[in-house]
């Protein structure tokens, strides 16, 4: 296994802006992306968090993200961008691998297109809404490849909690209910 460290809130390369990856068939993206799944992998079973991953987030400044929902496989997307977004917003619970012990509510679009290559640098597309919280999710780790962290984000800095807090009061009702069970 290939277990990276995640980069910290504060680290100054969390804000830098990924570059667009040239050759995604390339052995180095195959690399990074084993990686990223190893280092989800890891999280996953430690602290029964994580759905997804960003190449930033382990000091890698390429535009590729892991997807990990309960049940499938890994699902690795490369230069992803968002190339529709619906009007309608809704605000929901996040978190985030850089900062597991701080919780906070975000608004995000109900519904994104996004285009992306896989590792066989075939482009791709998808439609994402509120199924699996697939939208929000591919959000929270497309703004990883800009340089923007879900704090960026807040909609009232209130909604601002512990771990402990979210776990005791709201974690049954968000997302992340259905990875207490990993």
């Avoid at 052995?27 to 190449?55: E, F, H």
């Avoid at 892991?66 to 997307?77: D, N, V």
């Avoid at 691998?97 to 285009?115: A, K, M, T």
């Avoid at 909609?155 to 259905?178: I, V």
Wanted: charged content about 25%; proline content about 5%; glycine content about 6%.
């Amino acid at each position: 296994m290939a277990i990276q460290t995640v980069l910290q809130l504060g680290d100054p390369k969390l804000r830098e802006i990924a570059a667009r990856v040239a050759n995604p068939q390339s052995p180095q993206i195959a690399a990074l992306i084993k990686d990223l799944a190893d280092t989800l992998a890891y999280w996953r079973a430690t602290t029964g968090y994580g759905r997804g991953i960003a190449a930033p987030q382990i000091g890698v400044a390429q535009s590729v993200i892991l997807l990990q929902l309960p049940g499938a496989q890994p699902w690795p997307l490369i230069n992803p961008e968002i190339i529709e977004r619906s009007a309608e917003k809704v605000v929901v619970w996040d978190a985030c691998l850089s900062f597991l012990s701080i919780f906070l509510q975000v608004e995000r679009h109900r519904e994104i297109r996004v285009r992306y290559q896989d590792g066989q640098g075939q482009q791709q597309e998808i439609q994402a809404g509120a199924e699996r919280d697939l939208a929000e999710l591919l959000q929270h780790e497309i703004d990883h490849l800009d340089g923007i962290l879900a704090v960026d984000r807040i909609t009232d800095m209130r909604t601002l909690c512990t771990r402990g807090e979210f776990e005791k009061r709201y974690r049954a009702t968000s997302p992340y209910a259905a990875s207490a069970a990993l």
